[in-house]
């Protein structure tokens, strides 16, 4: 048994017993990890108040033989922002949710811990409608699972690529099309998301709302595919927002 610290964003929580709540963690240094909060549900617990979802925190767990205990709380950045907007907390849950059906307990994964504190904190600072679409994108390509989208999956042409084909793993060519159509312009953001040039995707996605919700639409539809589930809160708050 010891004692460890670790920075670590909340992924989601759920009760236990009378008035513990267990904490799903994604650790910068230990990957997703399982812990019990004890008496966090009670009104006066202020370890409880430090302890909600989306929080980036510094946490000290006392590592028993099965599950850890939560001992010391620090809140790092309650990304206030995030939470005092409905389109933003969408984005925010369905990224907390991806890193968590993404994950297995215990696996560090620094690649993809940078990738969501940094896609909180843009989204916490700014308005950036393409992030929830580029983050999907960026997991994938952490995962080892880029789609091929600078030629057709079928016949490897370079020209007139006009779709999208999760189960093909990428683009294909108008002879050989099928799947969801993709648009140029989706294409050409779709690059500038895998090599890097993220602020100029956004500044696309920004300006061009329709291209928003393609990109977001085939990332999520991809990443769906390779986790072979829904994801719930995406599909949940579209449906209201
Ligand atoms: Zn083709």
Same mark, same amino acid.
């Given at each position: 048994?010891?004692?460890?610290?670790?920075?670590?964003?909340?992924?989601?929580?759920?009760?236990?017993? $009378?008035?513990?709540?267990?904490?799903?963690?994604?650790?910068?240094?230990? /990957?997703?990890?399982?812990?019990?909060?004890?008496?966090?549900?009670?009104?006066?617990?202020?370890?409880?108040?430090?302890?909600?979802?989306?929080?980036?925190?510094?946490?000290?767990?006392?590592?028993?033989?099965?599950?850890? #205990? @939560?001992?010391?709380?620090?809140?790092?950045?309650?990304?206030? $922002?995030?939470?005092?907007?409905?389109?933003?907390?969408?984005?925010?849950?369905?990224?907390?949710? @991806?890193?968590?059906?993404?994950?297995?307990?215990? =696996?560090? !994964?620094?690649?993809?811990?940078?990738?969501?504190?940094?896609?909180?904190?843009?989204?916490?600072?700014?308005?950036?409608? +393409?992030?929830? /679409?580029?983050?999907?994108?960026? #997991?994938?390509?952490? $995962? /080892?699972?880029?789609?091929?989208?600078? !030629?057709?999956?079928?016949?490897? #042409?370079?020209?007139?690529?006009?779709?999208? !084909?999760?189960?093909? +793993? +990428?683009?294909?060519?108008?002879?050989?099309?099928?799947? =969801?159509?993709?648009?140029? =312009?989706?294409?050409?953001?779709?690059?500038?998301?895998?090599? /890097?040039?993220?602020?100029?995707?956004?500044?696309?996605?920004?300006?061009?709302? $329709?291209?928003?919700?393609?990109?977001?639409?085939?990332?999520? !539809?991809?990443?769906?595919?390779?986790?072979? =589930?829904?994801?719930?809160?995406?599909?949940?708050?579209?449906?209201?927002?």
């Amino acid at each position: 048994m010891s004692s460890l610290q670790d920075i670590a964003v909340i992924l989601r929580t759920y009760r236990i017993g $009378e008035a513990d709540k267990i904490v799903v963690l994604f650790t910068k240094d230990h /990957g997703k990890m399982r812990a019990v909060a004890k008496g966090s549900r009670k009104t006066t617990s202020k370890l409880g108040a430090r302890l909600e979802p989306l929080g980036l925190v510094n946490v000290i767990l006392w590592q028993g033989r099965n599950l850890a #205990t @939560i001992t010391g709380v620090d809140v790092i950045d309650n990304f206030a $922002e995030v939470r005092h907007n409905l389109d933003k907390i969408m984005m925010a849950t369905t990224m907390l949710e @991806i890193i968590d059906k993404s994950t297995l307990d215990n =696996q560090e !994964n620094d690649d993809l811990f940078q990738l969501l504190t940094k896609a909180l904190a843009t989204l916490d600072k700014n308005f950036s409608p +393409g992030i929830l /679409g580029a983050f999907c994108f960026r #997991t994938l390509m952490i $995962e /080892g699972l880029t789609p091929q989208i600078d !030629n057709c999956c079928s016949c490897n #042409t370079t020209e007139d690529l006009t779709a999208f !084909n999760v189960t093909v +793993g +990428g683009v294909l060519c108008k002879n050989c099309q099928s799947g =969801q159509l993709i648009s140029q =312009q989706a294409l050409d953001t779709l690059k500038l998301i895998f090599s /890097g040039q993220l602020a100029k995707a956004l500044h696309m996605c920004s300006h061009v709302p $329709e291209l928003r919700n393609e990109i977001e639409s085939l990332g999520i !539809n991809t990443l769906e595919h390779h986790l072979g =589930q829904k994801l719930k809160s995406h599909l949940n708050l579209t449906t209201w927002v």
